[in-house]
């Protein structure tokens, strides 16, 4: 009888192959892939919005975004996804579906989401260069500055994408949420797309 | 062609379905063969303004009511159709 291995891996596990890519030189790409999070998706139930909202101040001590934004906590990133709708990244498990749910369960449907998706976050100097070539949004810093989010399509692809706080160097941070099924095309979409400015591939266990 | 979504903002056609007039409605129960047959047959098709469903299944999965000119593709209103967000009912 075959014998099965249940570990927990990376969708993107064969895929992503750590170090350089691309053009020699500085990487004008960091291309990283955060393995370790909890994801949940809260949607509040019909006619309930006002409530969940009222359950996500009280959780978070900050609102929840109601517009294409991610606001960002001490432990947890609340990312809008659609109307009357958000996720929340954390690690560690105190911002999970069974933490969640005595404050929400009232208002909203929780569905656990951290396996379902792979986060994978772009930075460097060429990374919105990169992007640009992949969406069709406006990720000019003017348009899409810090804590904006969009719910939109790459390569035909459902992501979130969302840009985090910026590195200490300055340099903008675009985290994208992709389907674990899509990740590794949408990998090498992004890689060729990268290539002309050479990329720095890596994996992380952290969130920032 | 590019929508502005009410959730979203704008947006490429991609990212959209269309899937057509939005002015049928579902006919009372005891409403008759001939309404029923309209409802489900019968679609005009205009040369001009008219008011369509489109999904935005390439961004945050709502619902809209698109105002859109046939001839033009000049759009003039999109609203979330009713039900989109579960905000926009028994609120
Ligand atoms: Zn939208």
């Given amino acids: 009888m075959a014998e099965f291995s249940w570990d927990i891996r990376s969708p993107l596990d064969r895929a992503l192959v750590s170090g350089a890519y691309g053009a020699r030189g500085d990487a004008g790409v960091l291309l990283t892939e955060i393995r370790n999070f909890d994801l949940v998706q809260v949607m509040a139930r019909r006619g309930k919005a006002a409530d969940m909202a009222k359950a996500a101040k009280g959780r978070f001590g900050v609102a929840a975004p109601e517009t294409p934004k991610a606001v960002t906590t001490a432990d947890a990133t609340l990312i809008w996804s659609g109307p009357d709708q958000f996720f929340v990244l954390s690690q560690g498990g105190k911002h999970g579906t069974g933490a969640l749910a005595p404050a929400f369960a009232a208002s909203t449907s929780l569905s656990d989401q951290s396996h379902a998706r792979v986060l994978i976050s772009a930075s460097g100097a060429k990374a919105r260069a990169m992007l640009a070539k992949l969406s069709s949004i406006d990720l000019h810093p003017d348009t899409f500055a810090v804590g904006t989010a969009a719910p939109t399509s790459m390569d035909h692809t459902s992501v979130t994408i969302w840009r985090g706080n910026d590195r200490v160097d300055g340099q903008a941070v675009f985290n994208v949420l992709v389907f674990a099924t899509f990740a590794e095309s949408l990998w090498h979409t992004m890689l060729d797309s990268a290539a002309e400015y050479g990329v720095n591939i890596r994996h992380s266990e952290e969130l920032t | ?91």
């Fill in chain 2, 1 to 91: 062609m590019r929508i502005v979504c009410p959730f979203c903002g704008e947006r490429e056609l991609g990212e959209f379905t269309y899937l057509g007039d939005a002015k049928p409605v579902r006919p009372a129960a005891d409403a008759g063969e001939d309404a029923v047959f309209d409802y489900v047959y019968l679609r005009d098709n205009i040369a001009g303004v008219m008011n369509e469903n489109w999904y935005h299944g390439g961004g945050c999965r709502a619902w809209l009511k698109v105002t859109r000119n046939t001839l033009t593709h000049e759009i003039s209103a999109v609203e979330p159709a009713p039900g989109a967000g579960a905000a926009k009912v028994d609120a």
